[in-house]
T-cell receptor
Framework: DAGVTQSPTHLIKTRGQQVTLRCSPKSGHDTVSWYQQALGQGPQFIFQYYEEEERQRGNFPDRFSGHQFPNYSSELNVNALLLGDSALYLC?????????????FGQGTRLTVV | RKEVEQDPGPFNVPEGATVAFNCTYSNSASQSFFWYRQDCRKEPKLLMSVYSSGNEDGRFTAQLNRASQYISLLIRDSKLSDSATYLCVANSGGYQKVTFGTGTKLQVIP
């Protein structure tokens, strides 16, 4: 089992550019959540995808968008990058089991905006 | 008020010591809770799930107090390898949105 995989692992972009991050969930998982983790902070929930639809969204601007494919993999897109978007972007997959959902994380994509 | 709050630490403890972290949550609808461990510049990894009144796994014990809306993590006989940041997570159910605390940093000293 490959677990959750994310690509790329590191990325450097210029302010104003657009970026796409990718995530493949753990085998058997159908729900993908994206998080932003700034240095010294806990992960902040961006949004969650299930059945190819955004199901819930955190407090992030519309510059952050996503997509889920039929094979449950997902992309996170960020437009008009700001310096403050520099962070570790984590993807977590889960398979909801009632109220108890254990999320498994990928290794993250470290985005640096210069 | 943050939805999930933790003391950021750092907690500096000697090897072999017992250390406890608390985490408070504000959303009374939270149904399940987790502790994750995160090593420097790595992804969080699930340490323990906390169901009903709590559970134990080796040197680690997690407790849940719904009346006071907090969970705790107790680590006995601390090892150097326990040094990490411990993230508290509350799941408010529904669409399984999970909310992370900012983490508590633990440093176990030889």
């Amino acid at each position: 089992d490959a677990g959750v995989t994310q690509s790329p692992t590191h990325l450097i972009k210029t302010r104003g550019q657009q970026v796409t991050l990718r995530c493949s969930p753990k085998s058997g998982h159908d729900t993908v959540s994206w998080y932003q983790q700034a240095l010294g902070q806990g992960p902040q929930f961006i949004f969650q995808y299930y059945e190819e639809e955004e199901r819930q969204r955190g407090n992030f601007p519309d510059r952050f968008s996503g997509h889920q494919f039929p094979n449950y993999s997902s992309e996170l897109n960020v437009n008009a990058l700001l310096l403050g978007d520099s962070a570790l972007y984590l993807c977590a997959s889960s398979r909801p089991q009632g109220a108890h959902t254990e999320a498994f994380f990928g290794q993250g994509t470290r985005l640096t905006v210069v | 008020r943050k939805e999930v709050e933790q003391d950021p630490g750092p907690f500096n403890v000697p090897e072999g010591a017992t250390v406890a972290f608390n985490c408070t949550y504000s959303n009374s609808a939270s149904q399940s809770f987790f502790w994750y461990r995160q090593d420097c510049r790595k992804e969080p990894k699930l340490l323990m799930s906390v169901y009903s009144s709590g559970n134990e796994d080796g040197r680690f014990t997690a407790q849940l107090n719904r009346a006071s809306q907090y969970i705790s993590l107790l680590i006995r006989d601390s090892k150097l390898s326990d040094s990490a940041t411990y993230l508290c997570v509350a799941n408010s159910g529904g669409y399984q949105k999970v909310t992370f605390g900012t983490g508590t940093k633990l440093q176990v000293i030889p």
